[in-house]
């Protein structure tokens, strides 16, 4: 029988004289048929025969010669239908659960809401209160926040900035609005109607305009927001038709700051969130400057996990010609991402050959190959031949030292065995 989440104590003996098994006489959970016609639980009747060696009908008493069982997939049908019946009718007779209590902040929250939504000087400092009540409040507080209309009224006040009388004060209380909402955490399944309400396209409009003119907490807030509404699968090329190429130049700003490294984190993660959902926000990015400011943030960068999302965002850009061209057009480029190959992690090696993969199959100009010679990267590629097993990345080694070896040849730094592996030497 089916899997059911029936109540049996609840509904038990409360079922039809023909649903009991004749042995136990308990409701059968998987009925089969035996040879006298007679229908029994599997598992009873399989005791009876195998355990207890008995060869008749416990009902009948009848000689049974083939102790066989054939499911009763009527019954079966018959007493699922009348289960999910029966649940179903007594789950309407249960009162619903009582709803959870308010949480201790409850009146306060209520009281800072009405005065932030009230058209006061007092917004702004009256929002900064807010703030402090969610930051330093437990979950209770933040989902009664959630419940009692917290975000609508946020959303509000953070949409007036695009009207055309919005002064100072109100994107102050804009940029405080977003400091309250980054203590809000969101969760896609249980949050949708508010992810819904943030991806409004005024709602995106204000948050762009913060990450653009606002001060650097509130830039930072505004990534952490939009990093949440990532994770709900927005359509970022939205952005990138709305906001043009000032959005990006924001984002790389802030990518660029050595000094709070956790709102440069946070923009690089976006940023590769939006790269890698639209190929028009690669484009936009470009034209952003996008390769230039992340070249020359890559030789500076320590961090493992920093190193690889840079590396990401240029390789994700090398896929459009744009992107290659403005690479390649770059003098540290090549030697940047050929430095951090077997320097840095596994997964920044895997990148970095894709990188010169991309540029040296797609934009292999002779001056393009002379760099990645002279710089080292080549010495790099022909390193990795020499790591055991097979993968992707070394099949990817191979065709660029066979597309380009016969150039490379040419020089004497290009090692003699090598032009042996790869069928070169002697060739024209």
């Not at 917290?150 to 609005?177: H, K, P």
């Not at 070896?405 to 790869?422: A, I, M």
Request: aromatic residues 6%; charged residues 25%; contains cysteine.
């Amino acid at each position: 029988m089916a899997e059911t989440t029936i109540n049996y104590g609840e509904l038990a003996m409360d079922f039809p004289q023909d649903f009991r098994c004749p042995i136990s006489m308990e409701l059968m959970k998987d009925p089969v048929t035996i040879s006298t016609g007679v229908t029994y639980d599997r598992k009873n009747i399989e005791k009876w025969f195998h355990t207890y060696k008995k060869a008749t009908c416990p009902a009948t008493m009848q000689l049974v010669d083939n102790p066989a069982t054939t499911p009763n997939h009527t019954l079966n049908r018959l007493i699922v239908s009348w289960l999910n019946t029966s649940q179903s009718n007594h789950d309407r007779r249960r009162p619903p659960p009582p709803p959870p209590p308010p949480s201790s902040k409850h009146e306060e929250l209520a009281a800072l809401l009405a005065a932030v939504n009230d058209s006061t000087p007092f917004k702004v400092s009256s929002l900064r209160k807010l703030r402090s009540v969610v930051e330093n409040g437990d979950r209770a507080i933040k989902e009664d926040f959630k419940k009692s209309g917290g975000v609508e009224a946020l959303v509000s006040i953070m949409v007036q900035i695009l009207s055309d009388d919005s002064g100072f004060t109100m994107f102050r209380a804009c940029e405080e609005a977003l400091g309250v909402l980054n203590q809000i955490p969101f969760s896609d399944e249980d949050d949708e109607k508010i992810l819904q309400l943030l991806m409004n396209p005024n709602c995106m409009k204000s948050m762009a305009a913060v990450l653009q003119r606002g001060g650097a907490e509130a830039r930072f807030c505004a990534v952490s927001t939009f990093q949440k509404i990532a994770k709900a699968d927005y359509q970022w090329y939205y952005v990138a038709e709305d906001q043009g190429v000032d959005f990006f130049k924001s984002l790389l700003e802030i990518s660029s700051d050595e000094i709070s490294t956790a709102a440069s984190s946070c923009a690089l993660q976006l940023f590769v969130e939006m790269l890698e959902a639209s190929k028009k926000s690669r484009l936009k990015a470009v034209e952003a400057g996008a390769v230039c400011t992340l070249v020359e943030l890559l030789p500076d960068s320590i961090r493992p996990k920093r190193c690889e999302r840079i590396m990401q965002l240029i390789k994700l850009m090398c896929e459009c010609a744009e992107g290659r061209a403005a690479f390649a057009d770059h003098g540290l480029g090549i030697a940047a991402v050929g430095k951090k190959m077997l320097s840095v992690s596994g997964g920044a090696t895997k990148i970095g050959v894709k990188i010169l993969w991309l540029v040296s199959s797609y934009h292999s100009t002779e001056r393009v190959l002379e760099e990645m010679l002279v710089c080292g990267a080549v010495k790099k590629l022909v390193a990795l031949l020499h790591i055991g097993g097979r993968s992707t990345t070394k099949e990817r080694v191979v065709k660029i030292l066979k597309m380009h070896g016969r150039t490379w040849r040419r020089y004497p730094c290009f090692p003699g065995d090598v032009k042996e592996y790869l069928g070169l030497e002697g060739s024209n």
